[in-house]
């Protein structure tokens, strides 16, 4: 197996103290990572390092094209969009600024949507969609972006159990593909039927199998003490 | 009945009135459908008034409207740029004072005994003196603003359905404000001299909330934005000759009565279904 991200002691800051640091973890094609941690702990800076968004403060990071899932309140619901056009945003990347999509980016749009199950919703608006048909039309465009490693930000947070039944098939799909996904998510029992997690508190907690990784301990410096005992 | 229809035409000057509302509203009714989308409808607005003391400044000493509006316009946006730095100010407060202290120089400009009259076609324009010059000017930016927002569309699709990703997506903002900024002072520039300092927003911002409240997509939403302001120009110009009133200003309020109208209609029909 190929490491497709790796992480040297990698820090990131917006000021003057730094938002997540001592973050050193290599992920192989093929496997999923559950990003766990509070809010405000570290996860979405981590996810914008990896982006390209922010740069290192300190440290190395290497990995190939990265597509992000977000969370999709924080895109325009309201905005006039079909899912096929948000998809379509996947081929952007790959097309100088002056340049329309053409035909193939279409098709491979479509085959996307088709991939995630919302074929006959293309030509649905994007804020009309139910969270979980919204979450897979984002993952949609990251097939479109055709990127080795994808992050999803709490992808499951608002889902119903048959949304998320449906998502967890298309991760392990996206894996079995020999992609790296970055998955942040509140739950540790969730994270455990994935091959890596990776606990941030403002700086990496511990890295590893699940197993292995999510002890007592763990949990307890990464969600501080009292809540580690409800987990 | 004919009369009323084909009178107003049979003038030169109400002729060129209208082909140059129609540009206009092309130019606009398209460009306003990004700047509401956007949210820049304030700054579309503080911009326009912004400029006024750049185009009485042309009045006073003969140089091109344009040419002073241009003038005007980086000096309204250079001034917001530096309130909006002021830590004591949060940017909507520094735009208010930055664009009313710009209105009011304007005005005391304008009103002081040395000016010559007309100040009133600077603020409310003065569509009926449409030149051969401004006709071909507002040709030109119809075609610049249509080609723009067409090569820029997927750009502006991405952007403006979320920022915070676009970059991941290959396509910073940064590309896109310049640009719908650029095409935002070239239109205020060229509309201002035929709708006037007050009313230009009204060309910009009404036709494209009309035709959100009945379209489903960026590229319908543009076509009727642009068909709205064809036809409040229209209606407007009709007004104006046979009610006698203002031009400008009766463009401007059918602009708008066509965003109210719109709103109360699919309002009605929001209740019946």
């Not at chain 1, 820090?11 to 093929?30: I, K, M, S």
């Not at chain 1, 709490?154 to 298309?170: I, N």
């Not at chain 2, 304007?106 to 009259?117: E, I, N, V, W």
């Not at chain 2, 040709?139 to 502006?156: E, F, R």
């Amino acid at each position: 197996m190929s490491v497709l991200v790796r992480a040297e002691g990698l820090a990131g800051a917006y000021g003057p103290v730094d938002a997540l640091n001592e973050v050193t973890f290599a992920l192989q094609a093929g496997e999923r990572c559950g990003v766990l941690g509070p809010n405000g702990g570290g996860k979405t800076t981590l996810f914008r390092l990896l982006t390209g968004e922010l740069a290192p403060r300190r440290g190395t990071l290497e990995r190939p094209r990265v597509a992000i899932v977000a969370q999709t309140e924080r895109s325009r619901l309201d905005f006039p969009v079909s899912a096929l056009d948000v998809a379509l945003m996947g081929a952007l990347s790959r097309t100088p600024w002056w340049r329309r999509p053409r035909r193939t980016e279409r098709a491979l749009a479509h085959e996307a949507l088709e991939r995630v199950g919302l074929a006959d919703e293309a030509q649905r608006t994007f804020g009309d969609l139910s969270g979980g048909q919204r979450q897979r039309v984002l993952v949609a465009r990251a097939l479109v972006q055709d990127a080795p490693v994808v992050l999803l930000d709490e992808p499951f947070t608002g889902l119903d159990a048959r949304s998320a039944d449906r998502l967890e098939r298309l991760l392990a799909e996206l894996a079995a593909e020999g992609r790296a996904l970055l998955i942040a998510t509140h739950d540790p029992d969730q994270a455990r039927g994935w091959e890596r997690v990776l606990c941030v508190n403002r700086r990496m907690v511990a890295f590893g199998a699940p197993d292995a990784t999510l002890t007592d301990a763990v949990l307890e410096q990464t969600y501080g003490r009292r809540l580690a005992g409800v987990l | 009945m004919l009369d009323v229809l084909l009178d107003p035409w049979r003038d030169e000057l109400t002729r060129r009135a209208l082909a140059e509302v129609t540009l206009l509203g092309i130019a606009g009714g398209a460009l306003g459908c990004w700047i509401v989308h956007l949210r820049l409808a304030y700054a579309a607005e503080s911009l326009a008034h912004g400029l006024l003391p750049g185009l009485v400044v042309a009045a006073l000493t003969g140089i091109p409207l344009l040419a002073g509006g241009a003038a005007g316009l980086a000096l309204a946006a250079l001034g917001v740029a530096v309130a909006g730095r002021l830590p004591a100010l949060d940017q909507d407060t520094a735009v208010a004072v930055v664009v009313t202290t710009l209105l009011g120089l304007g005005g005391l400009l304008a009103l002081s005994a040395q000016t010559p009259p007309g100040l009133g076609d600077l603020l409310f324009g003065d569509v009926l003196a449409t030149g051969d010059g401004d006709l071909a000017l507002a040709a030109a930016t119809v075609a610049v603003v249509l080609a723009a927002l067409w090569l820029l569309h997927p750009s502006l699709l991405a952007v403006t359905f979320d920022r915070a990703i676009a970059p991941a997506l290959g396509r910073p903002p940064f590309t896109a404000d310049v640009a719908v900024a650029l095409l935002l002072a070239l239109v205020l520039l060229v509309a201002v001299q035929g709708l006037g300092n007050l009313l230009v927003v009204a060309v910009l911002v009404g036709p494209a909330a009309a035709a959100r409240l009945v379209t489903r997509r960026m590229a319908p939403m543009i076509a009727v934005a642009a068909g709205v302001a064809v036809a409040g120009g229209l209606a407007g110009l009709y007004v104006s000759y046979h009610g006698r009133t203002a031009a400008g200003a009766s463009v401007a309020a059918a602009l708008v009565a066509a965003w109210a109208l719109t709103a109360a209609a699919t309002h009605v029909r929001g209740l019946r279904t």
